[in-house]
T-cell receptor, first 115, second 108 residues
């Protein structure tokens, strides 16, 4: 069964550094998402992406964050200048529709640790 | 803003028991998702429903739109069912709003 893959599985970075989290969604899916989960807390929505543009974003997704689908297969989340509070598990997800008629498929996550 | 409440927060059961996890939400939705999160962190979608009832193997999910309530049932529970079960709701847009999750432990 096709799956969403995320790399790396664990990323350690210093405060102020830029990080790029990578995701390969399922190939025929059209909607892409990033979610994050701070340790011990619930999963939070960051951004959804459709037709090469952001379709919805949360209050968390400020100017420090950006997303890109550079080559038709990868979907990336960039954090420009990481802060300690960005430490979390970041999940990529994809779906063939906007989720109202089909479930989301999640990757296994990238654990980001900012020191 | 939709608030999603799950109960119980923690649940311990003996193998074979029937399990129910509840989810309530505050604002009208278009879809409700039940997800499973394993200790390693990965999230798997179990159900997506907007009305009625769905069944997959030993798992059953129901939703009552009028009461803004959904339940996830596990019949004949097994230790491999041990995981965090999460309810997430979707309103008109694409974002999911997640509950805190229910930690289920099934003992042999």
């Amino acid at each position: 069964e096709p799956e969403v893959t995320q790399t790396p599985s664990h990323q350690v970075t210093q405060m102020g550094q830029e990080v790029i989290l990578r995701c390969v969604p399922i190939s025929n899916h059209l909607y892409f998402y990033w979610y994050r989960q701070i340790l011990g807390q619930k999963v939070e929505f960051l951004v959804s992406f459709y037709n090469n543009e952001i379709s919805e974003k949360s209050e968390i997704f400020d100017d420090q964050f950006s997303v890109e689908r550079p080559d038709g297969s990868n979907f990336t989340l960039k954090i420009r200048s990481t802060k300690l509070e960005d430490s979390a598990m970041y999940f990529c997800a994809s779906s063939p529709t906007d989720g109202h008629n089909s479930p989301l498929h999640f990757g296994n996550g990238t654990r980001l640790t900012v020191t | 803003k939709n608030e999603v409440e799950q109960s119980p927060q923690n649940l311990t059961a003996q193998e074979g028991e029937f399990i129910t996890i509840n989810c309530s939400y505050s604002v009208g939705i278009s879809a409700l998702h039940w997800l499973q999160q394993h200790p390693g962190g990965g999230i798997v979608s179990l159900f997506m429903l907007s009305s009625g009832k769905k069944k997959h193997g030993r798992l059953i999910a129901t939703i009552n739109i009028q009461e803004k309530h959904s339940s996830l049932h596990i019949t004949a529970s097994h230790p491999r069912d041990s995981a965090v079960y999460i309810c997430a709701v979707q309103a008109s847009g694409s974002r999911l709003t997640f509950g805190e999750g229910t930690q289920l432990t099934v003992n042999p």
